[in-house]
């Protein structure tokens, strides 16, 4: 579950990037969250990963109150949350199988349970046959497909797809929302954000639009709209 009531975030330049923002997700729901460049989106996320705080507002994820989690317990929460970007982020000097087994060795994982599940995760999205490629040896849409699959393999409850397609083809772009869709199924919520209004139109999923930093549509089979 995912509530944010009434977030206002006001950077020191006096900048409202979210004026009073509510929205409830419920777990397992898909929900993509659509606004014009500069609406508020990323910093709902960077709110959502807890690398901002707000200025006023309550924010709870599964049984965490952000405002009396302990610092200690931030890499927690950070594990129940995957994150995928659109620049990907991976690291090039790493394969994409070392890619995915680097987020478990920062957690400390037992070697003998990385070898065990990062084959796993690399079937399920579909990339078994490039584990051993790196970054600049696989095309942009593999690349996404390692970025997700290294923020699965910590098992989150909640995935956050941060404009995952922007440097896609529509092809590929397809294929990734597909393997979100396909997450989805296996359990895990899925916050995807887009400017892509034919993925946005053709998902028929929950559409929460931003705009100004104001939740201004919700609905439950939305629509590009901006
Ligand atoms: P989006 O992701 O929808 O494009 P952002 O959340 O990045 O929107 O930005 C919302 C507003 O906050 C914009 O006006 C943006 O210029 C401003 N903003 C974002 N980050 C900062 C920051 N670190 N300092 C000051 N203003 C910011």
């Given amino acids: 579950m995912i509530l944010l009531d009434r977030v206002t975030v006001i950077y020191p330049n006096k900048t409202v990037a979210l004026s009073g ?12 969250i659509v606004g014009a460049s500069g609406a508020g989106k990323s910093t709902l996320i960077r709110l959502l990963i807890k690398e901002e705080d707000p200025t006023s507002g309550k924010i709870i994820v599964g049984s965490i109150d952000y405002d009396t989690i302990d610092k200690a317990n931030i890499p927690h929460l950070r594990r129940k949350i995957g994150v995928v970007f659109q620049d990907f982020k991976l690291l090039p000097n790493l394969t994409v199988y070392e890619n995915v087994a680097f987020a478990l060795e920062v957690s400390g994982v037992k070697s003998s349970d990385i070898k065990r599940a990062v084959p796993k995760i690399l079937q399920l999205v579909g990339l078994s046959e490039k584990a051993h490629h790196y970054p600049t040896e696989i095309s942009g849409g593999e690349k996404q497909r390692t970025a997700i699959a290294r923020a699965l393999v910590r098992n989150p409850k909640i995935l956050i797809a941060d404009e995952p397609t922007g440097n896609l083809d529509p092809k590929n772009s397809w294929d990734i929302i597909e393997l979100l869709l396909k997450i989805n199924r296996f359990g895990t919520t899925v916050v995807l954000t887009t400017h892509n209004k034919d993925i946005v139109n053709a998902l028929k999923k929950r559409v929460i639009t931003i705009s100004r930093g104001r939740v201004v549509k ?7 709209s901006i």
Avoid: C, N
Wanted: aromatic content about 10%; charged content about 30%; proline content about 5%.
């Fill in 21 to 32: 923002a509510s929205l409830h997700i419920q777990p397992k729901e898909f929900v993509t």
């Fill in 218 to 224: 919700d609905e439950k089979v939305g629509k590009y």
